[in-house]
């Protein structure tokens, strides 16, 4: 009979810490898994059978892994309900609105005021919610529609007839499909990644010989993977067969900041103003994020490339007029997260070109500096890690849901964090070399590299990253050099030394393997 995640987010979101008291339904905050989802079922108490088909419901998804809390364990001890109503909207990530006449009647302000407050009460906060943040309101709210319910109960103020309602057939797997696979981000429909564009040359184009040029100048062929690693100011591009698996160097360093390498071409892609301190390619690798400063390390912006017409479709001007330190895409390519030199970390629509949310450091009255930023594949959650610790936040509630601080010690920080696709594994790199994985949830740490033996001079590691296939990690070194660490095993596989380049900067990886 209550709702959810509606008072957050309206100003800066702050840090949640949680603790093991219990909740007033007696429920602990903690027993539910990081990576699950907290729900909120509104209801109004139409009548005993009514109640009980909101029972049942509730019943249903604890039992398909839905952490959903309801009134009903509630109202066995004396409760301040206007407390505890407030409460359940604060905590959860998502509300389901069970449409019942009495619930339109009550949401829509045509009842009495001795008549349904909770509903009333829950109401007013959800539009509220809705005011601020339209975007945001139209996720996390959900109306629903039982068995033997109808749409025409949905209230008025959530537009029925233009946005999607979830209709519960059965309480079954089967029966309630699409709201399971909303809640646990596993839907059943995915944009498949774009494929190559076929070469079309016009007539008498002289195509043949031009191919046996590209030919005798070793380009890369269509079944070789090409990686590009941006290195400080310059980029330095390296390839590896993907049948033999052994690497050879394509160029050396080139002056310019950003240089992509595909199977045919190298193609330029000039920093406007900036100096570019991060990179991230989109999901289907078509398009790229690159993040920068200014000479004096300040003013950063973001730029989106689309790399099939090599124009800037987005420019993000950094909201904390700081040099931009990551940048990372959503898994559908629609969401950009940007962190910064002042511990702030943003997340913006690609869509609507809007702010979303602003994650504001733990550590920000420290000083923190927000130094690397990841989106979990499912899209559940976020992490960011500052100098000294890795925080995950929820990407339906933006609170945290999970913390570890750096297992080194000062003057030794973090330098780089890299997500596995799985979400289950941080890695974590430092300023003395050394490289910690982060094994979730347990919370058990694993040490790569020794602080002070990592990279062929024993300096820091600048940057880690997961391969597609969360088996190896890849370690960008401060003397230029990449190492490649298999996960399973703990062990180095492979060092590639550049001592003439300077240190690695950035590392992004296409989701198919074939860019770095």
């Known amino acids: 009979m209550r709702c959810a995640d509606l008072l957050s987010g309206q100003a800066e979101i702050g840090a949640v810490i949680m603790n093991s008291r219990q909740d007033a339904d007696g429920a602990k905050p903690d027993q539910a898994s990081p990576l699950g989802v907290r729900v909120f079922i509104s209801y109004a108490h139409d009548d005993a059978a009514h109640e009980e088909l909101v029972r049942q419901f509730w019943l249903f998804l604890r039992q398909n892994g839905i952490d959903a809390r309801v009134d009903l364990p509630a109202s066995e001890r004396r409760q301040d309900w206007a407390q505890w109503m407030t409460q359940q909207v604060r905590d959860a990530d998502r509300v389901l609105i069970v449409a019942s006449p009495q619930y339109r009647r009550r949401a829509e302000g045509d009842a009495g005021p001795d008549e349904g407050r909770g509903v009333q009460w829950e109401a007013r906060l959800i539009r509220d919610r809705f005011y601020a943040d339209q975007e945001i309101g139209l996720q996390s709210i959900v109306p629903v529609i039982l068995p033997g319910c109808s749409v025409d109960d949905i209230p008025l103020w959530l537009s029925p007839a233009a946005t999607t309602h979830y209709r519960?057939?059965?309480?079954?797997?089967?029966?309630?499909?699409?709201?399971?696979?909303?809640?646990?981000?596993?839907?059943?429909?995915?944009?498949?990644?774009?494929?190559?564009?076929?070469?079309?040359?016009?007539?008498?184009?002289?195509?043949?010989?031009?191919?046996?040029?590209?030919?005798?100048?070793?380009?890369?062929?269509?079944?070789?993977?090409?990686?590009?690693?941006?290195?400080?100011?310059?980029?330095?591009?390296?390839?590896?067969?993907?049948?033999?698996?052994?690497?050879?160097?394509?160029?050396?360093?080139?002056?310019?900041?950003?240089?992509?390498?595909?199977?045919?071409?190298?193609?330029?892609?000039?920093?406007?103003?900036?100096?570019?301190?991060?990179?991230?390619?989109?999901?289907?690798?078509?398009?790229?994020?690159?993040?920068?400063?200014?000479?004096?390390?300040?003013?950063?912006?973001?730029?989106?490339?689309?790399?099939?017409?090599?124009?800037?479709?987005?420019?993000?001007?950094?909201?904390?007029?700081?040099?931009?330190?990551?940048?990372?895409?959503?898994?559908?390519?629609?969401?950009?997260?940007?962190?910064?030199?002042?511990?702030?970390?943003?997340?913006?629509?690609?869509?609507?070109?809007?702010?979303?949310?602003?994650?504001v450091d733990p550590a920000f009255l420290n000083l923190a500096l927000a130094v690397s930023v990841k989106l979990s594949k499912d899209g559940r959650f976020l992490a960011v890690s500052d100098l000294n610790s890795t925080y995950l936040w929820s990407l339906t509630s933006y609170k945290i849901i999970d913390s570890q601080a750096f297992p080194g010690s000062f003057p030794t920080t973090v330098q780089s964090m890299a997500l596995s696709p799985d979400g289950r594994t941080v890695a974590v790199s430092d300023s003395d070399g050394g490289i910690y994985l982060w094994k979730r949830p347990n919370h058990q740490i694993v040490t790569l590299a020794v602080p002070g033996t990592s990279g062929a001079n024993g300096n820091g590691t600048n940057e880690v990253a997961f391969t597609p296939d969360g088996t190896t990690l890849i370690a960008g070194e401060a003397d230029g050099s990449i190492n490649l660490w298999n996960i399973s095993t703990g062990k180095m596989t492979a060092s590639f030394a550049n001592p003439g380049a300077q240190g690695i900067a950035a590392i992004a990886i296409a989701s198919n393997g074939g860019v770095l």
């Open 168 to 359: 519960v057939s059965a309480y079954s797997v089967k029966g309630a499909d699409k709201l399971l696979r909303l809640l646990t981000v596993q839907p059943l429909e995915s944009v498949p990644p774009l494929g190559t564009v076929p070469v079309l040359p016009p007539r008498n184009s002289g195509a043949d010989r031009r191919m046996g040029r590209r030919r005798r100048f070793g380009l890369i062929s269509a079944g070789i993977a090409a990686m590009m690693i941006a290195v400080s100011a310059t980029v330095l591009a390296l390839s590896y067969s993907a049948h033999k698996g052994n690497p050879r160097k394509l160029s050396s360093s080139h002056p310019i900041p950003t240089i992509l390498a595909t199977g045919s071409f190298w193609r330029v892609l000039p920093n406007p103003k900036y100096l570019p301190t991060a990179v991230a390619f989109s999901p289907d690798g078509n398009t790229l994020a690159v993040g920068g400063s200014s000479s004096k390390g300040i003013n950063g912006s973001t730029y989106v490339w689309n790399l099939a017409t090599s124009k800037i479709v987005t420019t993000i001007a950094d909201k904390g007029n700081d040099e931009v330190n990551s940048v990372a895409f959503s898994a559908d390519g629609t969401r950009l997260a940007v962190c910064n030199g002042s511990g702030g970390t943003y997340l913006w629509s690609l869509v609507t070109g809007k702010m979303i949310a602003h994650l």
